[in-house]
């Protein structure tokens, strides 16, 4: 029996409050969500019908959605939201659930996989998706009964009912390639200090990640390393440029994770002539690398790696199971630098047993390794981690306003730091800042390096709505 095709909105809540109190707001990222262009292409082959309307673009709001939705009529609204947007999300399921009351609610992500249960009781929502969703979403607008679908949780009767959980999704490549027709990509432009061209779109040529670091959330793709394979990540890019996208990032936890494979794709791309600008924004980890991978990376077209460092202190990068020491990341960003490929580094201020002397040691470190760019993030322990576990265990957990669950900024109101006060991780956290961008060999650096690029003018505009 044919399925009768549904309608379905996937909608992605604004983010730009999460941004609000970030040092370089020109870091903030703006670009087509990948997970729900990859949810459309399984509903589009089936037979259904899709939209997506994205309230992160500042020209989209609820009026415009209340307009889509009178004109669509959908059977079901989805909604993609990490833990700070759950408040977002219930509002916008209140706001559909009232003027649609027959439109179905569903939910995805991270902070519904960690907390399916919770996530119905203080929500609008009909049923949430735990884990991955590219086979369950399909599933649902078929009509199945919900008892009989894997990995969701559902109301029913003021009750709240979960079903066993689903598979990881071995084969990769049998997905779809994702629905990129759903957007209209001219209406994404990101930051120069982020790309090079625009638009910018996600590719992932894997899913999960093996390491355990203390903070992370693997509530949906989970622990097990699962890959496409080098054919089907050529044909991927080779549809992403032909969509018309100028860019490619990847999002992989870790691309680098098989360093022959990551060998592989970039043979591919040489192969086809492939000719875009690349970089691994996600981050890729120091000790799965070697100078033939950047070196051949860089030959493929790209143009930036993204590392997860952390900290400059040994102690506390054990402390937090990360799995690598300080002379890997010394030697990977040579290695770096050698391939002619600029280099990023993720920072953390905050991390578990951390103290002032560590924080110390990760400004200095940062400040020596020759980076041309580096972040900091304020430690959050997110829901599904053991860090959260362990702090809720020891009763610091405070509060559960998911909003201030942010990372780019000291939260006092979330948790008490078993080893720092607030006011001490927000001095250094500016200070990282200022001992990093302001030291004068970076200065002569970024001048040098602004002249050869031409990116001088960008490079003053940043800097002058940097909050230093």
Known sequence: MKTRSKRIILINPC???????????????????????VLGATCLKDGHQVKIFDMNLPQ?????????????????????????LFPEM??????????????????????ASSFPEET????????????????TLPEILSGKRWENIAGICFKRQN????????????????????????????????????????PAGWIETSRGCIYGCVYCNKSVFGRTFRVKSAQRVADEITYMLKAGFKEIHIADDNFTSDIKRAEVICDRILERELRFPWATVTGIRVDKVSLKLLRKMRKAGCYRVYFGIESGSQRVLDSIKKGINLEQVRQAVKW???AGLETFGFFMIALPGEKVSDIKKTIKFATSLGLDIAKMSVTIPLPATPLYDELERQGRIKAKDWSE???????STVYNHPTLDWETVDRYFSLFYRQFYFNPRYLIRRFVCAIKNRTLLTDIKTALKTKW
Not at 90 to 111: N, S, T
């Open 15 to 37: 983010q730009r409050p999460l941004y609000e109190s970030v040092k370089i707001k020109e870091g903030a990222i703006y670009s087509p969500v990948l997970s729900l262009a």
């Open 60 to 84: 989209n709001n609820e009026k415009k959605l209340l307009v889509l939705l009178k004109k669509f009529h959908p059977d079901y609204a989805g909604i993609t939201f990490t833990t700070p």
């Open 90 to 111: 219930v509002r916008i399921a209140g706001l559909i659930k009232e003027e649609f009351p027959h439109c179905l609610l569903l939910g995805g992500g991270p902070h």
């Open 120 to 135: 119905l009781q203080d929500s609008p929502l009909d049923l949430v998706v735990i884990g991955e969703g590219d086979f």
């Open 159 to 198: 009750q709240t009912k979960k079903t066993r959980r689903r598979d990881f999704i071995g084969d990769l490549d049998s997905l779809p390639l994702p629905a990129w027709q759903l957007y209209n990509l001219s209406q994404y432009q990101t930051s120069a200090l982020l790309t090079r061209a625009n």
């Open 336 to 338: 770096a630098k050698k």
């Open 405 to 411: 669950f942010n990372l780019y900024v000291p939260v």
